[in-house]
């Protein structure tokens, strides 16, 4: 790899035109688009061994890579290009995007300033920046890149997106509508429906619920709020096209060596996570305790995707349980999807607060480590309709508590509130937690 070379800005740092080997750089291009990425590989790796000081080149090779799976050869690439050329814009933001995707939430955030400092005024990379400081919990710098992206570029629909929802959590809730009214990025819409709820906007909540039901947008959010809302209002939840009945699709496995889950697996997984292997994730919700960032299942470890393969098999059988299930949610089960995977580790007085997976479709909860002082429900997890500090009118929401132990595996709607029972034992509670997430 020589020691210098010039990288033409483009998305993903692709060059449309490109004066070195045109057809050749334009076919490695073209499978790029394609998400051909296998193909891609081989064929960067074959011009990059005969044009190794073509940046564009090395790029799509890495793109390659890192859409093809193979994450440590990707940061490889970026990260030796790096160290021969300090500072390069597209190779400092591409590298800071795929730390985010694996966790290393403050590498990105170096990244992402370096980018920032050669190009001020980049709304994609400002945009990944205000996201990393959102995830990490700083959100007056969070918010402040995600309005300087909308004044570089109004139109900038994920950036408003993420705004909006940034502006829920500090209750601004009128400001919020307003800006998911200009997007249709997303979840924006569900979020929307959700300040008309929290507002309690009864007229504007249920035309908008309507609307989204007309339009097939089932997701986790607006089926939460409207399950919640069936209770409040007094009104049927037979129209839930997402979930009606969340609370009965609640099923519970346990794991064992027979099932491919041994000490040795669990204990190789904690090792990495302990010894740095991700960042922590601003998580308000949590005490006394600290959750990973990133995409768990990105991480080429033979242990993780040991553990990916048997997650698998379980939502295989989850669906075989359910086959007969009326609910939208099975009905409509997505034909492809990415799974997407944390560790959530608590001590002595540890809890996480009610909370859906609004992303998600199916989520789930393996239970690594467990307390065996326990008293009573101390340390289980509880499912409710209600949760978010969602308005309940003074209503009483049915819950179900589920006994949890180590090497329970628990899978459930996404849009199922969930909470932990608080647990003084000086043992730690640790769960891999996860999301069948659609992709297509």
Known sequence: MNKSFTLHGCSDGIEERTKLSEVTIESLVKLYRAKDFKKLVSCGREFVDSNSSSATAWNLLALGYRYSGNIPAALKVYEDLLKLNPGQFLLSTNLGNLYMAIGQINKAIECFEVAREKQPDHAPNLEALAIAYQDTGQNSKAIENFKKVLEIDDTKESARYHLARMLVRLKSYNEAVEHFEKTDFGLSKSHQLECFYYLGDKQNFYKTYRTLIKSERINPLMSSIGSHASVRYEVSNKENPFCKDPLAHVKSYHLDEKSGLDQSLVKSILDFYESGGTDGKSQ????????????????????????????????????????????????????????????????????????????????????FKMPEKRIGDEGNIVFSLDGANYPTGGKKYPEETKTVIKGDLVMFPSSLFHRTVPFKSEEERVSFAFDVIPSG
């Open 284 to 367: 308000p919700l949590l005490s006394n305790g600290k959750q990973s960032s990133g995409n768990l299942f990105l991480q080429q470890r033979e242990d993780i995707q040991t553990l990916k393969t048997i997650i698998q098999k379980k939502i295989g059988e989850y669906l075989t349980f359910f086959k007969e299930s009326d609910e939208g949610f099975i009905k409509n089960w997505p034909s492809k999807y990415t799974l997407y995977g944390w560790l959530v580790a608590m001590k002595s007085g540890g809890q996480l607060g009610a909370h859906i997976h609004k992303e998600g479709w199916l989520s789930g909860t393996l239970y």
